[in-house]
Structures are given as C-alpha cells and as structure tokens.
C-alpha cells in the first residue's frame, strides 16, 4: 500500500515540481521561524529549516512520509533573501549582474511511522549576466518576481538574466531538487512509477 506523501510547503512552485513524479501528495504548511541562526553556514540552515518544516508538518499528519524544503541564495558570504518591495529587488539585481550566485536548496524527508529522518542540500551556482538597468527595470515589470530568493525566476522570463547554470539537479534551483528527492522517498520506501525499470 503507497504511503500517504505530504508536501510541508505553500510554495506553488515546489507543488509544481512534485507533481512531476505523478505521485498522489497533499499540502500542510507549517508556519516557522526561517531566521538564520549566529555562526550557521548558508547549507546548514536551509537543511535545519528543511527538517522544522517537515517535523512540523509530520505532528499534524501521522503515518506519512513528509517533504520539507528550504532555499537560500548566497553572494560574497552575504544572505540574499525575498525582496521586501519591487525597488530592494532591483537593487538585488543590480548588485547580482555580472557575478556568480550560490543557490542553496535544502531538502528533508521525514517517515512518520519509522522515525527515519533524511537531510540534504543541493547547490546551484548561477552566473548573471551584465544587463543595463533598463533591461532589469523591464524584467521586473513583467515578471514581478517578489517570492523568490534573488528576485530570478528561472523557470519564467528570468533565464533572460542568466548567463550560466551549474547544479547537479535542473530543478534545485527552483525550489525542489527532484533527482534527489527521488532517492530520498525510494530510500524510505515509496513506490516511484519508474521504480521498476533497472
């Protein structure tokens, strides 16, 4: 019998992502504190906060296999986070164009009924190009891109300002990092629609 999959995560983006892998889910998303604490790596909290989403998620939903998830974009050592208003996002890009950006993609998978606990962090390095202001001003305005980390949705008109991608994964940067998902819910025992073939 397939174990009941919950998706600890309003982001429609990451729903978007999950029902790639045709696997019946439904969504409970907890509310946390996301402040990153003194002296914590970029990678240690994205998992820490991946993992309080899915413990959190996981005391309202018994016997299910919870997926939490976590992302924060790094420059220069400095946090860049969602922009709070349409002109801190354009700063943000101002500050991004021309340079390299590390995503990184916090993932948590909790059983339930085993108590098995599976964390990770996939990265993503994103190089911007050198757009004028004009073109970022344009970009903003059509895609208003205000909920994400670094104010760049890659899966819409975003791959416009970006020059290059590297990731192990194609969909970490967008908030899911689904090949190694994959494994996670495999490892736990979930019957991927794939799982049969070698």
């Known amino acids: 019998m397939q174990r009941r999959i919950v ?36 990678r240690q ?31 220069d050592g400095s946090t860049i986070g969602k922009p709070t ?23 948590a998978v909790v059983d339930t009924i085993g108590g098995q606990r599976i964390v990770d962090c ?6 911007f190009r050198r ?14 891109p205000y909920d994400c980390a670094g104010s760049a949705k890659i899966e819409g008109l975003g791959i416009c300002l970006v020059e290059s991608v590297r990731s192990d994964d194609p969909t970490a940067l967008i908030g899911l ?4 998902l994959t494994s996670m819910l495999a490892a736990l025992g979930v019957v991927l629609p794939l799982s049969g073939l070698s």
């Open 7 to 42: 998706l600890a995560s309003s982001s429609r983006y990451r729903q978007e992502l999950l029902e790639r892998l045709q696997l019946p889910f439904v969504i409970e998303a907890p509310a946390v504190d996301e402040t990153q604490l003194p002296g914590e790596s970029h």
């Open 45 to 75: 909290t994205t998992e820490r906060l991946a993992l309080l989403k899915a413990n959190t998620a996981a005391q309202r939903q018994p016997g299910a296999i919870v997926i939490g998830a976590d992302q924060l974009a790094e420059l």
């Open 85 to 107: 208003s349409p002109a801190a996002a354009r700063e943000q890009l101002l500050m991004m164009r021309g340079r390299t950006v590390r995503f990184h993609s916090g993932l």
């Open 122 to 127: 996939v990265d993503t390095d994103v190089t």
């Open 131 to 144: 757009l004028s202001e004009q073109a970022i001003d344009t970009y903003l305005r059509l895609d208003q």
């Open 177 to 180: 990092p689904l090949i190694r």
